[in-house]
């Protein structure tokens, strides 16, 4: 049961680091700010959860006498929310400055909310 839950716990940090590079990868290619801003969100913020979850998995597994694995799932834990919580903020108002510097190719876009 060990063994299954730590390959488990290697592909989903894995999983998570190769997200991680792929929004880096994002971050130096891509021209605008909006794209830049995709790249750095959304990959980036599950890359950190799947990492973040298979290190929890891998504590909670190997969890036999010591007294602060309580703790480290929470603290765990709490990155995660706390990733979830800001990631989205940050990005919208990334968006807005680069809107309010006009930083965004606005013939580019599909469909211009901020006109609303």
Do not use: W, Y
């Not at 971050?27 to 890359?47: C, E, N, V, W, Y």
């Not at 989205?88 to 599909?110: T, Y």
């Amino acid at each position: 049961m060990i063994l299954v839950a730590d390959i488990i716990a290697i592909a989903l940090i894995i999983t998570g680091m190769l997200l991680c590079v792929a929004a880096s990868v994002g971050l130096i290619r891509f021209r605008d700010t909006i794209s830049r801003m995709h790249a750095s969100s959304k990959p980036q913020t599950l890359g950190l959860i799947l990492t973040l979850s298979g290190s929890l998995l891998h504590v909670a597994t190997h969890a036999s006498a010591h007294t602060t694995t309580s703790s480290d799932l929470a603290l765990l834990t709490l990155i995660i929310l706390f990733a979830l919580g800001t990631s989205p903020i940050v990005s919208n108002r990334v968006g807005h400055e680069a809107f309010k510097e006009r930083l965004v190719d606005e013939d580019s876009l599909a469909r211009d909310d901020s006109r609303e």
